[in-house]
């Protein structure tokens, strides 16, 4: 799915230069070596089996109600997951997961949920889904947020909506957030266990917010993410060529 009809692209970030844009994003966990911008995309290298291995990027803006994506690349690597996310700044925070994938061998699970803090306590609803296809190479993610409506995306395919009456509880504006959590994490009986070692590393092609008639900014250059279909297409095309001429 494209952004709905009348949204506008407000803010992004294609990650070009050759290094983090610290105007977008605040790292809370980790350090800059573990952080690389490169080729129009972020990677970020978690030191896998402890938690301070991570890496945690947050927009230093909030956000409220639109349409959230990212396209990644997401690390299958036992021990560690990736998010892509928004959570309040405040003290008692409402929590929005756009995707929450632990890199777990017996699955590519996709945690597509949301949890908050409705002033008496903490209550959740969401979604634990398997999306295979996702293992390998760059997907899409994505939610739209809207004060009646969240609806989830995987590749532009609507996987799960939450109901009506959670949905329109989440009216504050949030930070939005990328992370590789290494160790000690546990998603819904998932965990990331903190007995596995060496690095891995997870690659965001894109980062971009829509929202309605907001002030749009320019529209960003075709992504690495287009490219590399291009190539992929070119690169199938030879092959059957090459194969046509042998025959």
């Given at each position: ?23 977008n994003w ?32 947050s927009t ?85 947020w809207t ?101």
């Amino acid at each position: 799915m494209t952004a709905p009809t009348g949204y506008n692209l407000v803010w992004a970030d294609e990650f070009d230069g050759t290094s983090l844009n610290t105007s977008n994003w605040k790292q809370t966990v980790g350090n800059s070596s573990q952080i690389k911008v490169a080729n129009s995309q972020l990677t970020m290298t978690a030191n896998v089996g402890n938690f301070n291995g991570s890496v945690f990027l947050s927009t230093p803006k909030t956000f409220q109600y639109g349409y959230y994506e990212c396209s990644a690349q997401i690390s299958t690597t036992q021990g560690v997951a990736f998010a892509f996310w928004l959570l309040d700044p405040g003290s008692t925070p409402t929590e929005i997961d756009v995707v929450e994938r632990p890199g777990n061998a017996s699955g590519y699970q996709n945690l597509c949920v949301f949890s908050l803090n409705n002033g008496s306590g903490w209550s959740s609803g969401g979604v634990h889904q398997s999306f295979p296809a996702t293992a390998t190479g760059f997907h899409k993610y994505a939610v739209l947020w809207t004060p009646t409506d969240m609806i989830y995306y995987v590749d532009d395919v609507e996987t799960w909506r939450a109901t009506q009456a959670n949905a329109s509880k989440v009216k504050i504006p949030l930070n939005v957030k990328l992370d590789i959590c290494a160790g000690g994490c546990s998603f819904q009986g998932i965990t990331i266990p903190t007995n596995s070692s060496g690095q891995t590393s997870a690659i965001v092609d894109y980062v971009r917010i829509y929202q309605q008639g907001g002030t749009p900014i320019p529209t960003p250059n075709p992504p690495a993410e287009a490219l590399r279909q291009v190539q992929a297409l070119l690169t199938q095309a030879q092959t059957i060529i090459a194969t046509a001429l042998q025959a």
